[in-house]
């Protein structure tokens, strides 16, 4: 049994794939599937039920496969450590972000990262909050830069900045000539909502205190994947939607028939918040990004850290 077994082991229950997992791995699909195979002689136990259809984990199979993790994880921190104590401001820094994020506020610090630390490479991934916080969990990410409280003792939270929602609306609504827009003001407008597992989402529902995705109008119940295709929508007419301040740098904002205002709501806004395990060794790393982050802000947004 070696590390890279535990690899193969890990990539196959993940994916429930082997292609996708020998692609992960960087290795052909048969080298894969004949290393698992000694792995199993070498445990006598079955890990996989595999068919031509599906790959499924056997019970046996989830129990080693904690272990499995256990042991990279401690491979991970042995690696981070070593790396840590050479530089900790050099070699990759795994980084995940929201969608509703990740588009306005990586293009704001990577240039000044490279510039600063011409040695920390940002690796970045866009997953929505559940599964980055999986991913932190498995040694996958090394931190995540998030919109929701998270209470987990494994993990280290640094709040970044508070910011702001706007509304957008197409440019010939009522609200074009509004001096200000409440929550009053929104009752019975289509207020259209990202796909579920989207913070923001939940976050709008919250704010004008919707029961349910429904009680907005006709197109309130839309199931959105991205920011983009709400203010399409709106664009189009077919109701208004939530954007946070950050999003007011896209192009969206010029030209496109959409206006957008800040919200007079109490409280209408969101915390961005970097989340970390505890055990992460590179703390110099997640503060160097932290301070980039900062002092590159816009003045939309209100900075909390440090």
């Known amino acids: 049994m070696n590390i890279r077994d535990l690899q193969y082991f890990i990539a196959v229950a993940d ?61 991970d921190a042995m690696q981070q450590l070593a790396m840590a104590h050479q530089d900790p401001l050099a070699g990759p820094l795994r980084i995940g972000a929201i969608p509703t994020l990740s588009p306005y506020l990586i293009p704001l610090i990577i240039s000044p990262l490279q510039q600063q630390f011409p040695q920390l490479k940002l690796v970045l991934s866009e997953e929505l909050t559940d599964v980055l916080l999986e991913r932190l969990r498995n040694h996958e990410i090394d931190a995540a830069l998030l919109a929701t409280d998270v209470d987990d003792q494994e993990f280290d939270t640094t709040a970044l900045f ?101 919200l007079s709501i109490r409280n209408a806004s969101r915390r961005i918040s970097l989340v970390t395990r505890r055990s992460f060794p590179r703390k110099q790393a997640l503060q160097a990004l932290c301070k980039v982050i900062a002092d590159h802000l816009p003045n939309t947004v209100h900075i909390v850290f440090p």
Request: include cysteine.
């Open 162 to 262: 508070d910011e702001p929602f706007w509304i957008a609306y197409p440019r010939k609504h009522a609200f074009y000539t509004s001096d200000k827009i409440t929550a009053r003001d929104l009752k019975g407008e289509n207020i259209l909502l990202l796909a579920e597992g989207h913070c923001l989402a939940d976050q709008a529902m919250a704010m004008f205190h919707m029961e349910d995705r429904t009680r907005g109008g006709d197109f309130a119940d839309l199931r959105a994947a991205s920011l983009e295709t709400l203010i399409q929508m709106v664009r189009a007419g077919f109701g208004l939607t939530v954007v946070p301040a950050l999003a007011m740098q896209a192009s969206w904002t010029t030209g496109s028939g959409v206006v957008a205002q800040q």
């Open 15 to 75: 994916y429930r794939h082997f292609g996708k997992a020998a692609q992960r791995c960087f290795v052909s699909q048969p080298t894969l599937s004949g290393q698992l195979k000694k792995l199993e002689e070498e445990l006598g136990a079955i890990l996989f039920e595999r068919t031509n259809r599906s790959v499924e984990i056997t019970p046996i199979g989830e129990l080693l496969l904690r272990h499995a993790r256990e042991i990279m994880e401690k491979v």
